[in-house]
């Protein structure tokens, strides 16, 4: 009977999917998800539009219950992951009529290797696979059943709370079906269909709203667009548009093991030329309408990193067609001379099963058993860094579990492009502990390190995954954060855990400054010419000015000493010199035209200890125009008034000018001309985009002649009903340093 293949299919999945549960949050998407059940904001990501309201709500009832955000996810996910055996079998009954066909297909879908190990995970992508399924059956059946119609379109439109995407899996279909009783003149049937959908929708979608507001629905839906065709799209200007690449991690990557990946797409072919041969057309037709046109949505619209899990709602395609060779060629070929024979196919298609399980299970057993590597990273800071007096830089990677895990920790998105040390509008230079999160090891600095344990497991998970925060690392960078790497530097190396750079017969460095004595450390290895003895000699110059000449005793040397940096300056350039080095592929027949002198492993600076401080207030720099630092959870920013003074300490070298801001419209709906003036020549006057915006400029040194200058922002203030003060500019960051030293 079918209820009894139905009922032991969901028993297997209790077992098989309690062994699927994560023992943690691992990726991006599962922090979203999990911030959103204590506050709902989709501005904020909480979680990530479109928002998943039906979704949260259920999570929300567990939450209610456990009190646990991730035991919460995971456990609806579990219950929809038990229902995924059952369903998969009554959508293959409905589609072929037959029994055998439908139990192996579900056994097939049930162990696909993505399936199988996201099965559990705390995100949306799983218990929408299963309600796309469940509508799907009862669309079906609603060819002939109206109570299965109209159940089938309830199901539709609260999936689509789950997650939008259902719309391409279920909407041809259930447009099929209600053409089909359009055709009988039922009329009725139709409508009632259309308004039980529509009700289904409203249900959750007008709450939604009222709970958003349809303002800041639409301007994040518009934002998540816009960063999508920018990005994602196969009509991107990025490497997501390359039409090969799509392919492959759509429909080759997505089985993770290549004798996988051939198994099932070889039996699909076969599947497929037997619904061929046997005219098994409505049979094709309706796998075909149920899963191709997610397939070529997704193929044109998502992200081909997330391929594995986009690709979910269309492996019942390849499960059925699969199911459809190994099941009915047996049939053709045994029925008559080997009776007992033609039902061999079940077996082999529960003998695949098994081997793509057993295959999948590492993966499985690792999820379940060990936290991943950022959760066990953030536990670890928890335990060790001291919110108030600590200051963490993290890698934006980590962007969602900072908000989860350290909401209120000082804490900084690490770039190239923005240090908040030395960020004027609130000066934070020499914390007394620096701590850095991030996916590469830094260079010169130890720290401990978080990886999966099984590198069997793992080199399998990262196929059949985003590839992403398999590592992490949590050092010390209070002595490395103030050192920027200049010109004469070549591109960072790693290998053995270790990182380090290259330098030619010089390079510069830029050193932040903060108190009257600092120590210099620098650590590396010279190479000496082939045949030569000698050592190679080393020469500091700090700007222009020569503090340091030696020869290290052996080819690897470790060298401090304590220098006293120019007090008016914020930065100081550091040059090194070798009077030694080579070229490998001239010197040593190697593949490598670099002239290099200094491998360089570390280079640290820190305040002397006693020594006095040279920067006393976070203010210091500014001038006339600005008022106080204001914040929220996330940001902090000043306002200026029509003309804001910077007073721009000296740098031994062309700077570079960074600033971010904000130029709200005022009462006439236009934004101010902003105009950006440094020693007294007009840089730039422009019109400001809407929203957030960067600017950045290199001043050469023959305009501020290596001396302290001023900086002038001009921009007319707003007319602002709630606040009376004259606001002009909403400034995040200006930042002043020796240009190259991002």
């Not at 004595?517 to 190479?527: A, D, I, K, Q, S």
């Not at 060298?559 to 914020?570: E, G, I, Q």
């Not at 006693?610 to 203010?619: P, Y």
Request: glycine share 8%; charged share 20%.
């Amino acid at each position: 009977d079918d209820w009894k293949i139905a009922l032991g299919l969901a028993l297997l999945c209790v077992l098989t999917r309690a062994m699927a549960i994560p023992a943690s949050f691992w990726e991006w998407d599962d922090m979203n998800f999990a911030r959103a059940l204590t506050r709902y904001d989709l501005v904020a990501h909480n979680p990530h539009p479109p928002g998943f309201p039906v979704f949260i709500a259920l999570a929300k009832v567990v939450f209610a219950v456990l009190g646990d955000e991730h035991r919460s996810l995971v456990g609806v996910n579990f219950i929809f992951a038990v229902l995924l055996g059952p369903a998969l079998f009554y959508f293959f009954r409905e589609i072929f009529h037959d029994r055998r066909v439908a139990f192996a297909g579900a056994m097939l879908g049930c162990f696909a290797p993505n399936v199988w190990v996201y099965s559990g995970a705390a995100r949306s992508d799983g218990p929408a696979f299963t309600l796309g399924v469940i509508g799907l059956t009862l669309v079906l059946r609603g060819l002939h059943s109206r109570r299965a119609l109209w159940i089938g379109c309830a199901v539709f439109g609260l999936a689509m709370g789950v997650r939008v995407t259902l719309l391409p899996v279920m909407g041809p279909m259930l447009a099929v079906v209600l053409l089909a009783w359009l055709r009988r003149r039922q009329w009725r049937v139709v409508l009632i269909a259309l308004a039980i959908g529509t009700a289904a929708v409203l249900a959750w979608f007008v709450p939604f709203i009222w709970k958003t507001t349809w303002g800041v629905y639409a301007w994040v839906i518009g934002q998540h667009a816009q960063a999508g065709a920018s990005s994602d799209t196969l009509f991107s200007p990025s490497e997501n548009s390359v039409a090969t690449y799509r392919l492959r991690r759509f429909f080759l990557d997505i089985w993770a093991a290549p004798w996988i990946r051939w198994t099932m797409l070889s039996l699909s072919a076969s599947g497929l030329l037997a619904l061929l041969v046997w005219q098994r057309w409505r049979a094709l037709g309706l796998l075909a309408l149920a899963t191709v046109p997610l397939m070529v949505f997704a193929f044109i619209y998502n992200n081909p990193m997330g391929a594995f899990l986009y690709a979910l709602p269309y492996m019942p395609l390849f499960a059925g067609l699969a199911a459809g060779g190994l099941v009915l060629w047996p049939r053709a070929l045994f029925a008559k001379r080997l009776p007992k024979a033609q039902n061999i196919g079940v077996v082999l298609a529960v003998g695949l099963a098994v081997a793509m399980a057993e295959w999948s299970y590492p993966m499985v057993k690792l999820l379940h058993r060990e936290a991943s590597p950022p959760v066990r990273a953030y536990q670890y800071l928890r335990q060790t860094l001291d919110p108030k007096r600590d200051m963490l830089i993290y890698d934006g990677m980590f962007s969602s579990h900072q908000k989860f895990f350290m909401p209120d920790a000082k804490a900084f998105v690490s770039t190239e492009e923005m240090i908040p040390e030395t960020n004027f509008i609130d000066l934070m230079t020499w914390q007394p502990r620096v701590v850095g999160l991030t996916i590469y090891p830094p260079m010169g600095v130890g720290g401990r390190h978080f990886e999966w344990s099984n590198e069997r497991a793992r080199r399998r998970l990262r196929t059949l995954s985003l590839g992403r925060l398999f590592d992490a690392y949590i050092s010390d960078l209070t002595k490395t954060r103030g050192v920027r790497f200049l010109a004469g530097w070549y591109d960072e190396e790693e290998g053995g855990g270790n990182a380090w750079r290259w330098m030619g017969r010089r390079g510069q460095v830029a050193l932040l400054g903060g108190a009257e004595t600092m120590n210099l450390r620098v650590r590396g290895l010279t190479v000496p010419p082939p045949g030569s003895t000698r050592r190679a000699t080393l020469v500091l110059r700090l700007d222009g000015v020569e503090v340091d000449r030696f020869t290290p005793a052996d080819l690897e040397f470790d060298h401090t000493v304590a220098l006293k940096p120019d007090p008016a300056r914020l930065w100081s350039v550091l040059e090194i010199e070798t009077d030694q080095t080579v070229i490998p592929r001239r010197d040593a027949n190697i593949p490598d035209d670099r002239e290099l002198g200094l491998r360089c492993s570390a280079i640290e600076w820190w305040a002397a200890p006693g020594a006095a401080a040279t920067l006393r207030s976070n203010d210091q720099f500014l001038g006339e125009g600005w008022f106080g630092i204001e914040r929220n959870r996330t940001d902090l920013w000043r306002w200026t008034r029509s003309e804001a003074i910077v007073k721009l300490p000296p740098v031994a070298a062309d700077a570079r000018l960074d600033l971010q801001m904000i130029v709200l419209e005022g009462a006439n709906g236009r934004r101010s001309d902003v105009t950006v003036e440094v020693a007294g020549q007009v840089i730039e006057r422009f019109q400001p985009p809407d929203g957030w915006f960067n600017k950045s400029y290199t001043v050469p040194m023959a305009m501020h002649r290596g001396a302290a200058v001023t900086l002038k922002l001009l921009a007319q203030p707003i007319n602002n009903r709630l606040d009376q003060r004259p606001l002009a500019l909403q400034v995040y960051y200006i930042s002043w340093m020796p240009a190259g030293a991002h």
